[in-house]
């Protein structure tokens, strides 16, 4: 049985990178980039003012100087003939310097008289003048092969014309859940059912992760339902089932992968949640057998698929963040297996503090929604003191982590 770190190595080692694809430049947000781009031009592409004001030549300019104004050029047109000596031409932000120019004096640094202008302070050369280049180059790579394509990217790229980008394609995800049990959501309860709610977190995450989730819905308790919705999953480039994958005697979830040709790598790992969990690929494709209970299918989706869907799309940095914080209350576990520890990150007086989310039974679903973290907590260690410093797996990002 692998450890929690051995069984997301043998994940990660074995998903493939997803091909590209061309998406628009909105699109790409998020995505990852899978060439690089390389700047077709300067930026900026010409001398331009970095400021309302005059454009001047700087040997002129003695504080006290007064210079005849010969022309204007507002944002958008091009430089006139050159700007003769004693002569200044009023000029707006981001208009071309015109030729002759070599430093803008701001509005606020003059007093304009008839066709005029004197400058009150001292002027040097080059001052608020944007140089052609002087941001990027022609040539330079602008965005990386790798890079997660962030607003600051988008405005690059847009200001180099390009209107496609070259991403990471977004995994296709088969969500399918087995069980007698399910109903699926809107239809009718009757005794003994409960909603098939996996479905919908597990496609929740999948989103989350950017990934396109395709719900299968509900494979029965036999195995020719369980054959048919799995063959219909393993055409997506992923395959997540939920439950049915313990030792019941009704869980068929590894025979039938197993009979269609999926080649398992471990089926349980170390961990609590979620110790009964299957890892497969059939040619290279990934299939996750995620135990039922709602509470072990979202924590092992976090800490396993997630990384790997991330993977696929093109990520580098695939393991989930973790920070450390101070746990509130003496917890304790017996040894032999990681504990996941729902708790919520709360900074109180620059501390940041795990506080268990509440009740830490898998059939608890409350407490997972009160969990923003997962303290994840070392096998063999039993007690973590009140006050004890833990790693805890962020959630839902940095931001919701300071909210009170
Ligand atoms: P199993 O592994 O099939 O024994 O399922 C474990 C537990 O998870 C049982 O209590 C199931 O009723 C529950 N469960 C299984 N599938 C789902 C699902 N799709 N949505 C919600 N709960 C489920
Ligand atoms: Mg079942």
Redesign the pocket.
């Known amino acids: 049985m692998p450890t929690f770190e051995e069984a997301r190595s043998i994940i990660l080692s074995n998903v493939p990178t997803l091909g590209m694809e061309r998406v628009d430049l909105l699109g790409s947000l998020g995505r990852v980039a899978a060439e690089d781009v390389a700047a077709p031009w300067d930026m900026p592409l010409y001398d331009n003012s970095a400021m309302d004001g005059f454009a001047v030549r700087s040997e002129d300019c003695r504080a006290g100087a007064s210079l005849r104004v010969t022309g204007y050029i507002p944002a958008g047109e091009t430089a006139t003939p050159a700007v003769l000596p004693g002569c200044a031409v009023r000029i707006m932000t981001g208009a071309q310097i015109p030729p002759g120019c070599d430093a803008v004096v701001p509005i606020e640094e003059t007093e304009e008289r008839e066709s005029a202008v004197l400058l009150r302070g001292k002027v040097n050369r080059s001052q608020h003048i944007r140089f052609r280049g002087e941001d990027v180059r022609s040539g330079d790579t602008v965005v990386t092969a790798g890079t997660v394509l962030h607003p600051p990217d988008i405005s690059m790229l847009a200001s180099f014309g390009k209107a496609f980008v070259p991403v990471h394609r977004k995994a296709r995800v088969a969500v399918l859940?087995?069980?007698d049990?399910?109903v699926e959501l809107g239809e009718t309860l009757s005794p003994g059912k409960?909603?098939?709610?996996?479905?919908l977190s597990l496609a929740a995450a999948v989103t989350a992760t950017g990934a396109e989730p395709v719900i299968l819905g509900?494979a029965r308790d036999n195995m020719k339902s369980h054959r048919e919705r799995m063959t219909e999953g393993l055409k997506a480039d992923v395959l997540i089932t939920?439950?049915?994958?313990?030792g019941?005697d009704?869980?068929l979830v590894r025979d039938c992968l197993t009979e269609l040709g999926v080649h398992q790598l471990f089926w349980r790992v170390d961990i609590k949640p979620g110790g009964?969990l299957a890892f497969g690929v059939k040619e290279g494709k990934p299939v996750f057998s995620l135990?039922?209970?709602?509470v072990s299918?979202m924590v092992t989706f976090e800490e396993f698929v997630r990384p790997a869907l991330l993977r696929m799309m093109g990520h580098r940095r695939v393991i989930p963040p973790y920070v450390k914080a101070t746990l509130r209350g003496e917890v304790r576990k017996k040894p032999g297996k990681v504990h996941f520890l729902r708790v919520r990150i709360e900074v109180e007086n620059g501390v940041r503090w795990a506080i268990p989310a509440g009740d830490q039974h898998t059939g608890i679903l409350r407490t997972m929604v009160r969990a923003n973290g997962i303290a994840v907590l070392p096998k063999e260690k039993a007690v973590f003191a009140d006050g004890e410093e833990v790693a805890v797996h962020l959630l839902r990002g940095d931001a919701e982590m300071l909210e009170d």
């Not at 409960?194 to 479905?199: G, R």
């Not at 939920?242 to 313990?246: C, F, I, K, L, T």
Request: net charge negative; charged share 10%; aromatic share 0%.
């Open positions: 859940s087995t069980g049990e399910l409960i909603i098939n709610s996996n479905a509900i939920s439950a049915g994958v313990s019941g009704r869980d009964p135990p039922g209970n709602p299918t």
